[in-house]
């Protein structure tokens, strides 16, 4: 039995630790990540290791050698060019002429090997991946197994939508060699994204083993000091090394502890060498390497030093991490989350805001507080990026600076000299938040065409008339008066960029990888006012004017004067309305209803603040909205304008499906997100189901068309009755209620496109995880109003059960 050792990985969410040496290398308590890989090893009798090497090999060669000094033979693999991971094991391939096992190097567990390597010989399968249950799946790739454990399903950094099981994946795989000739040596190949997918299409045989015990990738820098914490506290069965004087007390030999010193809580790991002075208060979980010196009155808490550190008289540390060769000086304080790289030097009186980070080999000024890293960005341990854009309160969590630095992570993913559009509305803060994103821009080498005031769909439509590379919409949120802000980031076909695309901004923007311009490659910004126009003109051809203006209709339309105020009393004078306006903010949906009546109009519209969103009124005052406006719109398509196929969300009504099949047209379910929604019409100028004014139009010219009234419409369509709960879940037992539901309703028809959708007689229910909250959506459709009620008051109360369950 033979095994690799995966240590090539950079580990750039880990940095700046990870910036003078490889991530399997970073010291956890005083030895490196990747020695509790080869010890587990050894521990289960596998001393022949192949170690697969790209970033700073000679690090970890200097530092093990050929694996004498740990009782093993280590042979070493090294990449020219990246390989992937299975690429970089079949760089290996001479070494591996039997079973072996693969592991990761910058990871730690005390999974049972040999149980695996057991589990893996009595199925015979080509590949065992063994599994861990873990409460947030997000960030690992998911795995599904039938009962006998052979592997049926498996997805790669799901979304909460795509969730379906919470066992995942612990890159940990015991192979056959037999799976080298499934892909060619050089190139480069993924374990999960490639061999897998490859070796499941052709019907070979995999298998989950889930292992229970401890797993940390240390995949980021919370995880990694939660690793040092958890290793203290016993969670995981691996030897501490060290002098433990007491419980919950390590002290290092030749190390120097003063009378006087307090020790204010436990698990405290100290290391070799270290001189600590009296006065010194050492809180729980400060864990100190070697060659430490710390003066007097000096609190450390939750804090992780490593090698050769000098921390002068009252230094505060909360929840730090300081790597070698670093002096802090006197009465500075360092916050949690906060991180100083090698050989750097923290003057007097400074303070380190949380979650702030220097790079090696800097200079903190007495008496600077650091607001901000460095050398780049912010640090943003949240999602930036929520269902429509990135949002936060004005000028606190949406601040010109992170805005700035967020503009140039976005133009660092985009070629250098293309051209962004960007927008806003009406508010100041808005405006505000807009210049600085364009300095952002600009600084990365983008050329920015400012089109001013405007909504979210005429910024789609500028970027497709413009042939922009990008676009980017900036607004307040209602209800709340300018105190939070969205920026909404569009990609070249004006619809909302992909996820694959938010998670390269989000990285650049962590990591902090900005490209700076050359001064002659600076952007520049055009204005390009005029836009508005031309969206307003492209709609009005979109419709037959003529047709409209001759039926001379009444209208009651309710729309934001703030933000619409210069556009909707032009558009309604060109099409020969007789129109009565309202400021929707005085008014309810309520209020609005009661008006359409009192005027006796043919039709009434409410456009919300955006223009992106719009409700119908019927004569009589009934609003046409959600489900109903969907299914309204749907026949339209199909019947008026003539589409063959049509994209709906997974939560659209059934009823759609049979107006397709009477008109001949087909429907495409998608994801109840707004990209899915919108990639099925992307070559459209206009976005449908996301620019009010557009529908609205079409509806308007339609009802000409066919020589009908709103009513009578309605009347004619097929009718749904679709019920919708929310339920509170904490984001720790998502997987497991997801899971719990797909595994009990194994006898039913079921539907993981987006969540988990359940049919049963006459209807269904889907089960969606929010993304942002604490939430999980219930939908369900049945064949009248109570039925539905009862199907999703049915699945809430599985829910409730599952999560109770844990």
């Not at 490889?22 to 090893?41: D, I, Q, R, S, T």
């Not at 010196?293 to 929840?319: A, C, M, P, Q």
């Not at 008066?481 to 070249?492: K, P, S, V, Y």
């Not at 929604?677 to 068309?705: A, C, I, R």
Request: aromatic content about 8%; overall charge negative.
């Amino acid at each position: 039995m033979r095994a690799v050792i995966m240590a090539g990985g950079k580990g750039s969410r880990l940095r700046p630790l990870t910036c003078n040496k490889p991530k399997p290398m970073v010291p956890v308590l005083n030895k490196p990540v990747m020695e509790y890989a080869v010890e587990l090893l050894k521990k289960h009798n596998i001393p022949d290791i192949a170690v697969t090497l790209q970033y700073l090999p000679d690090v970890i060669k200097a530092y093990f050698g050929d694996g004498s000094k740990n009782g093993v033979n280590l042979a070493y693999f090294e990449e020219t060019t990246p390989l992937g991971t299975a690429g970089s094991v079949k760089n290996a391939e001479e070494f591996l002429n039997e079973t072996f096992l693969v592991i990761s190097g910058d990871g730690i567990t005390d999974y049972n090997l040999t149980e695996a390597v057991k589990f893996h010989r009595q199925k015979g399968g080509l590949v065992t991946i063994v599994l861990a249950k873990v409460a947030n799946p997000l960030e690992y790739g998911a795995v599904m197994c039938d009962d006998d454990s052979r592997i049926i399903r498996f997805l790669e950094k799901p979304s909460w939508g795509e969730v379906f099981s919470d066992t995942v994946n612990t890159g940990i795989y015991v192979i056959e060699p037999e799976i080298f000739q499934y892909f060619a040596k050089d190139v480069f190949f993924d374990f999960s994204k490639d061999l897998f997918p490859l070796l499941m299409a052709e019907g070979k045989p995999m298998y989950g083993y889930v292992c229970s015990g401890y797993w940390s990738d240390i995949g980021s820098l919370e995880q990694y000091r939660q690793t040092h914490n958890d290793l203290l506290d016993g969670l995981i069965q691996v030897e501490v090394e060290g002098n433990k004087v007491e419980e919950g007390l390590w002290v290092g030999k030749d190390t120097v502890l003063e009378p006087g010193v307090k020790i204010e809580g436990k698990p405290i790991y100290i290391g070799d060498n270290c001189s600590i002075e009296a006065g010194v208060r050492l809180g729980q979980y400060t864990v100190l390497g070697c060659h430490n010196t710390i003066h007097s009155g000096s609190s450390l808490k939750r804090s992780i030093l490593w090698d050769y550190n000098f921390l002068d008289h009252e230094v505060e540390l909360r929840g730090t991490t300081i790597c070698n060769h670093t002096q802090i000086q006197a009465n500075s304080a360092l916050y949690e989350g906060s991180v100083i790289g090698d050989n750097s030097l923290v003057g007097r009186r400074v303070i380190v805001k949380p979650q702030i980070k220097i790079w090696p080999n800097k200079v903190v000024e007495d008496n600077a507080v650091m607001t901000d890293s460095l050398i780049w960005g912010e640090v943003y341990h949240k999602s930036l990026f929520s269902t429509h854009g990135v949002a936060g309160i004005t000028n606190i969590e949406i601040s010109p600076e992170m805005v700035v630095k967020l503009a140039v992570a976005h133009g660092s993913t985009i070629p250098q000299g293309a051209h962004v559009v960007i927008s806003h509305d009406y508010h100041r803060s808005s405006r505000v938040i807009k210049k600085a994103f364009a300095a952002g821009l600009l600084a990365a080498g983008i050329n920015v065409s400012d089109i001013g005031v405007t909504t979210t769909p005429i910024t789609r439509y500028a970027v497709k008339s413009l042939q922009a590379k990008a676009g980017v919409h900036i607004r307040i949120l209602p209800p709340h008066n300018g105190t939070r802000i969205i920026l909404e980031f569009l990609d070249d076909n004006g619809i909302n960029i992909s996820k694959d695309m938010e998670r390269k901004i989000e990285n650049t923007y962590i990591q902090e990888d900005f490209r700076r311009a050359e001064i002659q490659n600076l952007g520049e910004i055009k204005y390009v006012p005029q836009l508005a126009e031309a969206y307003r003109d492209g709609l009005l051809k979109t419709i037959n004017q003529d047709m409209v203006k001759r039926c001379r209709l009444r209208l009651l339309v309710a729309y934001d004067y703030r933000n619409l105020g210069w556009f909707i009393p032009p558009f309604f004078e060109k099409l020969g309305c007789q129109v009565t306006t309202v400021n929707s903010v005085d008014y309810s949906l309520d209020d609005v209803a009661g008006l359409v009546q009192d005027n006796h109009a043919d039709l009434g519209v409410f456009l919300n603040s955006n223009a992106d969103d719009v409700i119908l009124f019927t004569p009589a005052g009934e609003a046409i909205r959600d489900e109903k406006l969907m299914i309204l719109w749907a026949y339209i398509l199909l019947d008026r304008l003539g589409e063959k196929e049509i994209g709906i969300p997974i939560t659209a009504p059934s009823a759609i499906e049979k107006i397709a099949a009477d008109l001949g047209g087909k429907v495409i379910r998608t994801k109840a997100n707004p990209r899915a929604l919108m990639e099925v019409s992307k070559e459209s100028m206009y976005q449908p189901l996301f620019d009010g004014t557009y529908v609205f139009l079409k509806v308007l010219e339609y009802l000409q068309v066919k020589g009908t009234d709103m009513t009578s419409m309605m009347d004619s369509l097929p009718k749904s009755y679709i019920y919708k709960k929310e339920v509170e879940c904490p984001w720790s037992v998502k997987g497991t209620v997801m899971r719990r539901l797909i595994e009990d309703a194994k006898k039913e028809k079921v539907e993981l496109l987006d969540g988990v959708k359940i049919f049963s007689e006459g209807g269904w229910t889907l089960v969606l995880p929010d993304c942002e909250e604490t939430i999980f959506r219930v939908v369900s459709e049945a064949p009248t109003y109570e039925a539905a009620e009862k199907l999703a008051d049915y699945y809430t109360s599985k829910i409730e059960q599952y999560k109770s369950a844990g």
